[in-house]
T-cell receptor, first 116, second 115 residues
Framework: AQTVTQSQPEMSVQEAETVTLSCTYD???????LFWYKQPPSRQMILVIR??????QNATENRFSVNFQKAAKSFSLKISDSQLGDTAMYFC?????????????FGKGTTLSVSS | KAGVTQTPRYLIKTRGQQVTLSCSPI?????VSWYQQTPGQGLQFLFE???????NKGNFPGRFSGRQFSNSRSEMNVSTLELGDSALYLC??????????????FGAGTRLSVL
């Protein structure tokens, strides 16, 4: 069975600093997708970034980038120039490349607090 | 384009009752998935519907059921409510089913409290 582990329950950072959130996963699949979702206190889950496992190049979206290490099954999220609006719970998620469906498997989440 | 809409936002029920939650996907999205979020268990997949058919199911008891209508709107039902069913229920829609590359867009959720 696939599992996703986020080892940092809580993190805090000052505005403008850089922070890295960790995620490891376990799967025997070769083709899959990894995601980071953000859930602010308003609770709306928002996609931050997506990585396709067959692509070696790390995905980037503005201030957000990932470090994808397929052999190590590691998928960390780096947030540069942190902003107050980045305060949220961040979930790492995995889904198989599977015609039978698209169930997301989530980690337990990391609560990130950005302060001024 | 309107996002994923879930109604109601909040529900309070008592043990033994049943409840129905509704989800309207983004226009053009045919796949709808449901997730349960609790502080203890985190986010867990309930089921996925595509073209009115349940295509995938998580590890939940039969008290949890759902359906999808021809307009892709989906409902989930929980019968004989238990205290442990108190949770945030999230619905997500995606443009096409059958390929995990499709991004799931989430609604704001329904907060269910069972007393």
């Amino acid at each position: 069975a696939q599992t996703v582990t986020q080892s940092q329950p809580e993190m805090s950072v000052q505005e403008a600093e850089t922070v890295t959130l960790s995620c490891t996963y376990d799967t025997s699949e070769n083709n899959y997708y990894l995601f980071w979702y953000k859930q602010p206190p308003s609770r709306q889950m928002i996609l931050v970034i997506r990585q396709e496992a067959y692509k070696q190049q790390n995905a980037t979206e503005n201030r957000f980038s990932v470090n994808f290490q397929k052999a190590a099954k590691s998928f960390s999220l780096k947030i540069s120039d942190s902003q107050l609006g980045d305060t949220a719970m961040y979930f790492c998620a995995f889904t198989r490349f599977n015609q039978a469906g698209t169930a997301l498997i989530f980690g337990k989440g990391t609560t990130l607090s950005v302060s001024s | 384009k309107a996002g994923v809409t879930q109604t109601p936002r909040y529900l309070i029920k008592t043990r033994g009752q049943q409840v129905t939650l509704s989800c309207s996907p983004i226009s053009g999205h045919r796949s709808v998935s449901w997730y349960q979020q609790t502080p203890g268990q985190g986010l867990q997949f309930l089921f996925e519907y595509f073209s009115e058919t349940q295509r995938n199911k998580g590890n939940f008891p039969g008290r949890f059921s759902g359906r999808q209508f021809s307009n892709s709107r989906s409902e989930m039902n929980v019968s004989t409510l238990e205290l442990g069913d108190s949770a945030l229920y999230l619905c997500a829609s995606s443009e096409m089913g059958g390929s995990s590359k499709n991004i799931q867009y989430f609604g704001a959720g329904t907060r269910l409290s069972v007393l």
